[in-house]
């Protein structure tokens, strides 16, 4: 499973979880910076990313819409605002255990 990080997340979250082996991109290296929330998760979609954001209220919002429209994606995590290790330990406790296919149309919240 490979992860998104809204421009919302801290950019030490990334290299914090890619440290443990896992991908991940910050929505600045992937040249994605200041796109919309709906260009964001369409972003994910085409590469097959799982998105994170802290960022509730409008993701949980296009999951709807996503799910009411027939459009799948590949997972939306929502995290409240916490210190980036914090939320890279949160983070792993998902990563060790879910597989992306069980990510698959779902929002996790951590």
Sequence with gaps: ???LFDEDVDVLVAPLIRARGFVAATTQEAR???????????????QHKTLLTHNRADFEALAQTYVATGQPHDGIMLAVRR???EIARRLLRILN???AEDMHNQVRYI
């Excluded at 994605?32 to 085409?46: F, H, I, K, M, P």
Aim: proline share 8%.
């Design 32 to 46: 994605q910076l200041r796109n919309s929330d709906t260009e964001q998760l369409a972003y994910a979609v085409s």
């Design 97 to 99: 255990t879910v597989i």
């Design 1 to 3: 499973m490979s992860r």
């Design 83 to 85: 210190p980036p290790r």
